[in-house]
């Protein structure tokens, strides 16, 4: 399938994420056709993406005739044959479950033209498992979006063992052209954002079940502190930021009193500190750093954390 022939958008589930794709791919001019197998959930998706539209024009994203034009872009439907037939890309939304999306890949394998590319927006599962018992698993791909999906630009690309090169070049320039950043992984369990956000998740709870913090007080450190920052300096970023000598001596001490494997030494950051490289203060960490690194970092993060608060009415 050519890019330039991509007309018609097929969304299949529309509980938690598929009203906001559909969105996602509706603002970016495509006609959209969201599915599902009973008319309560396509009632609740309808009201989402029309809650969705007020809220961007409220927000001065789009003007009112703006976000009514995109909301006319989309359609919903039970008639999932004719809306699979139809198709030109197609994206599954449905929910987190194996055996399930397996038997959309392989109906969706049966029903529309053998060109069209079948994207699901599965968090953590292989995309080389849910096709594999598809017809032509050479057009699968798995494109995981973020939430909120029509908002945030970050989607996850993972090609299967049989995923061919045309698949996952016309999915980065699809997500590319509706304005997304793509970002290609590899098919392990929970890619990159979950892989991260999970072992976030585990230290959160494992200080709420030790009775070390209240879940208020860690959603209130997380939102006003290292949250306010992680827009502009990612997790990575921000330990060549602080210095990977300091970083080292932090694993040391809580890896010294907690043996926690969480907390053990990196050996990535002891092989740089061992050669000098300390981050942006010597301008090489996992990095490379311009003389007036620091100087930038700091203006950038605080210019950052200044507009979100501004934002956040904080200020």
């Not at 006609?31 to 927000?59: F, G």
């Amino acid at each position: 399938m050519n890019i330039r022939k991509i007309k018609k958008i097929v969304v299949i589930g529309t509980g938690v994420m598929g009203p906001d794709i559909s969105l996602g791919f509706a603002m970016a001019g495509y006609d959209v056709t969201a599915v599902d197998i009973e008319a309560p959930i396509l009632d609740r998706a309808a009201k989402k993406i029309s809650a969705n539209c007020r809220q961007m024009a409220e927000e001065r994203i789009f003007s009112e005739k703006q976000a009514e034009k995109i909301r006319s872009r989309i359609s919903l439907t039970l008639d999932w044959d004719k809306a699979v037939a139809d198709a030109d890309y197609i994206t599954e939304a449905v929910p987190e479950e194996m055996a399930t999306k397996k038997e959309v890949f392989r109906k969706c394998g049966e029903i529309c033209s053998e060109d069209v590319v079948i994207a699901s927006n599965t968090s953590s599962m292989s995309i080389t498992k849910i096709a594999s018992e598809m017809r032509s698993p050479q057009r699968a791909i798995s494109t995981h979006w973020t939430i909120p999906a029509h908002l945030s630009p970050m989607v996850e690309v993972i090609c299967g063992e049989k995923t061919s090169v045309s698949t996952k070049d016309l999915a980065l320039a699809l997500l590319t052209g509706i304005g997304k950043k793509p970002v290609v992984c590899k098919d392990a369990p929970g890619f990159i954002h979950n892989y991260v956000q999970f072992a976030m998740v585990k230290a959160a709870l494992d200080l709420v079940e030790s009775q070390i913090a209240t879940p208020e007080d860690i959603d209130t450190v997380i939102r006003n502190g290292f949250g306010l920052r992680l827009s502009s300096v990612g997790p990575i970023q921000f330990l060549d930021m602080c210095g990977l000598d300091t970083i080292l001596n932090v694993q040391k001490y809580m890896y010294g009193i907690t043996r926690d494997p969480a907390h053990k030494l990196s050996t990535s950051i002891e092989e740089m500190v061992s050669k000098g490289d300390l981050g942006v203060k010597t301008g090489q960490g996992f990095y490379s750093y311009s003389e007036n690194a620091s100087e930038e970092f700091e203006e950038q993060t605080n210019r950052a954390i200044m507009k979100m608060r501004k934002a956040l009415k904080q200020l």
